[in-house]
């Protein structure tokens, strides 16, 4: 059931929104999908093989998306954000402050300026993957 939810969350989820928005990019005649991804394709940390298996398959996903829908004027993207100060991290927010301070958590807004960074391209240049660490990252 857990396997499931990350599924569906995290890779089913990210194929439903990218089919509605080619449509939509389409129609306007082009666009940029992004997807934010995870360095956990890369390090492949004990305890996460299905969220990894999730991530790699957004990131395969969109490598091969990107050639399928180039010649409609639409880029595709992936940032693989290493650890990040979200909700989604299990520790206190104190924890994450100092994990911040000491350079081994990214604060979300280093994410959103790499995001708008890749976005702020020109129409012919398409930045395929970005991966964004904070300075001592945990790899395992």
Same mark, same amino acid.
């Given at each position: 059931e857990?396997? $499931?939810y990350?599924?569906?969350a995290? /890779?089913? #989820? =990210?194929?439903?929104?990218?089919?509605?928005?080619?449509?939509?990019?389409?129609?306007?005649?082009?666009?940029?999908? /992004?997807?934010?991804?995870?360095?956990?394709?890369?390090?492949?940390?004990?305890?996460?093989?299905? =969220?990894?298996?999730t991530?790699? #398959?957004?990131?395969a996903?969109?490598?091969?998306? $990107?050639?399928?829908?180039?010649d409609?004027?639409? $880029?595709?993207?992936?940032?693989? &954000?290493?650890?990040?100060?979200?909700?989604?991290?299990?520790?206190?927010?104190?924890?994450?402050?100092?994990?911040?301070?000491? #350079?081994?958590?990214? &604060?979300?807004?280093?994410?959103?300026?790499?995001? /708008?960074?890749?976005? #702020?391209?020109?129409?012919?240049?398409?930045?395929?993957?970005?991966?964004?660490?904070?300075?001592?990252?945990?790899?395992?």
């Amino acid at each position: 059931e857990d396997w $499931r939810y990350v599924i569906d969350a995290n /890779l089913t #989820g =990210y194929l439903a929104c990218a089919r509605a928005a080619i449509l939509r990019m389409q129609e306007q005649g082009g666009g940029h999908l /992004l997807f934010v991804g995870s360095i956990s394709t890369e390090i492949k940390a004990a305890g996460e093989s299905v =969220y990894a298996a999730t991530k790699a #398959g957004i990131q395969a996903f969109a490598e091969t998306l $990107r050639k399928e829908v180039a010649d409609k004027r639409i $880029r595709v993207s992936v940032i693989q &954000p290493g650890s990040v100060d979200t909700e989604m991290q299990k520790c206190s927010a104190e924890e994450k402050q100092t994990a911040v301070a000491e #350079g081994r958590m990214l &604060p979300a807004k280093d994410v959103a300026d790499a995001i /708008l960074f890749v976005l #702020g391209r020109s129409a012919n240049c398409d930045i395929v993957n970005l991966r964004i660490e904070s300075l001592v990252q945990k790899t395992a």
